[in-house]
């Protein structure tokens, strides 16, 4: 190829190259501009990123209920059976704590008792624990309540003064009261009369000492010589004893049958049983009786279960 073409096919060359540079610089010129991206400020970054973010809701987290316990009823143990309590036992004194808080309050009868009771202590031998024996000779039902002269000063003399049962039983502050009385007053009361003072005895003391118990003696019976001189016969004894007995199932007070303890076949005092005197006072042997009668009140509530010696030494 000679020069000349060669010249003119550069030029050519030259020409198309120009011709592609300038269309693509006035592509690039037509073209909108793109703006520069600017950094989003700090107010519309917690915006997009609350968008992006739920809201927080509390949640109130269910009550747990606690489950239901299901176990077999529980069956109470129980109340340990007392020991049982022989008469020997009993004569030795094993439950004679209970009659610590206690008055036996009475006529001659009691007096003649507070001897053989002391008699016993001195020989330190357990008689009735600590209870107080107040007798007074002569002292009938009327008198015990108190004439209507002296109203209710009373007729009981107790530490070296004359007043009332009820006065006896506040001073002592005693839970239990005995009365043994009435033994003379049958010649010159029917049996509701001697009942109905008795009552009125019993009712005074339970007002002025609320919770007191009481406990109230049968009649004794008389030696049949005696009896016969005051006409005492064996059926009024049994009359006014039915009367009484049937006052203290109706008034929570408790009867003790001493008399049928020492009568004989006929209904009078045996007479190994009477004192000298042969009336109606008791020997040593009857007194015994008698004691082993009052020391069965506390065998019936150990053995109730209501009392029992432990309880004496808490207190």
Known sequence: ???????KLNCAL????????????GFTQNADPVPPTAAPSPAETMSAEAAETPAFVPVTPEPVLPEPVTSEPVTPEPSPTPVPVSDE?????????????????GDSLVAGLNMYVTKERGMNHLCLGKMQLVGTSALSLKKALGTEKKERTGEIKFRGRYTTASDVVKTLQAKRVFFMLGVNDPRWYSPEELVDVYDQIITIVRTENPGIRVYIHSLMPMIKSYADTVDMTYEINKAANDKLRAYCEENDVTYLELADLVRDENGFLRQDYSAQDNTFHLNSYGKAIWVHLLRSCARDEY?????SPEDAEND
């Open 1 to 7: 190829m000679n020069d000349s073409v060669k010249t």
């Open 14 to 25: 030259a020409a198309l190259l120009c011709a592609v540079f300038c269309i693509s610089c």
């Open 89 to 105: 036992q009993l004569d030795e004194g094993f439950l004679d704590a209970w009659f610590d808080d206690s008055v036996l309050i």
């Open 303 to 307: 053995n109730a279960g209501i009392w």
